[in-house]
């Protein structure tokens, strides 16, 4: 069955640095999401992206963070200047529309800045 | 704005019990709603997807129903494992006035599942 992907697995980053999360979505969805998870709280949206532009975002969503489809397949999410509390698991997620298929999960990217 | 929310927080049962996990949905223009399991520290497994012009759907020892009207949704299963236990996400998808594709979550269903 196709697998969303993501890596890292786990980062670590100091406070102020920029983090790039990659994600491989399933190559004939056409909806790419990101969404956070605070350790014991529940699952966020921050963005979607469809048609190589974002389609909808969150408050959480601020100008540190961006996304970015660089060619065919990956999908990214990048963070500026991390601060503690972007510590999350990431999870990208795809589709291939919302009106008739699910939504596919990767892994996630556990994210923690020191 | 979509709130989700899922009934019990937490739900502590012996091996082989049939359970209900509730969860209930503001806004009702939904695409679909999605079901997924979370083991601690894990991703999201998906486990049912109901379209809205469906009623339910069944895989194995799982059965999801869907009441767009009254904003609900229950998973049901049947003769219950320690395998099971995990935490239970609800996540109806989309906005059918907007055209916005995203899933919202619930804080989900606690299960354990006692040998």
């Known amino acids: 069955e196709p697998e969303v992907t993501q890596t890292p697995s786990h980062q670590v980053t100091q406070m102020g640095q920029e983090v790039i999360l990659r994600c491989v979505p399933i190559s004939n969805h056409l909806y790419f999401y990101w969404y956070r998870q605070i350790l014991g709280q529940k699952v966020e949206f921050l963005v979607s992206?469809?048609?190589?532009?974002?389609?909808?975002k969150s408050e959480i969503f601020d100008d540190q963070f961006s996304v970015e489809r660089p060619d065919g397949s990956n999908f990214t999410l990048k963070i500026r200047s991390t601060k503690l509390e972007d510590s999350a698991m990431y999870f990208c997620?795809?589709?291939?529309?919302?009106?008739?298929?699910?939504?596919?999960f990767g892994s996630g990217t556990r994210l923690t800045v020191v | 704005k979509q709130e989700v929310t899922q009934i019990p927080a937490a739900l502590s049962v012996p091996e082989g019990e049939n359970l209900v996990l509730n969860c209930s949905f503001t806004?009702?223009?939904?695409?679909?709603l999605q079901w997924f399991r979370q083991d601690p520290g894990k991703g999201l497994t998906s486990l049912l997807l109901?379209?809205?012009?469906?009623r339910e759907q069944t895989s194995g020892r799982l059965n999801a129903s869907l009441d767009k009207s009254s904003g609900r949704s229950t998973l049901y299963i049947a003769a219950s494992q320690p395998g099971d236990s995990a935490t239970y996400l609800c996540?109806?998808?989309?906005?059918?006035?907007?055209?916005?594709?995203?899933?919202?979550f619930g804080t989900g269903t606690r299960l354990l599942v006692s040998p």
């Open positions: 109901i379209q809205s012009s469906q």
């Open positions: 996540a109806p998808g989309g906005n059918m006035n907007t055209g916005f594709q995203k899933l919202v």
């Open positions: 992206f469809y048609n190589n532009e974002i389609s909808e």
């Open positions: 806004d009702s223009a939904i695409y679909n």
């Open positions: 997620a795809s589709s291939a529309g919302a009106s008739v298929y699910g939504y596919t």
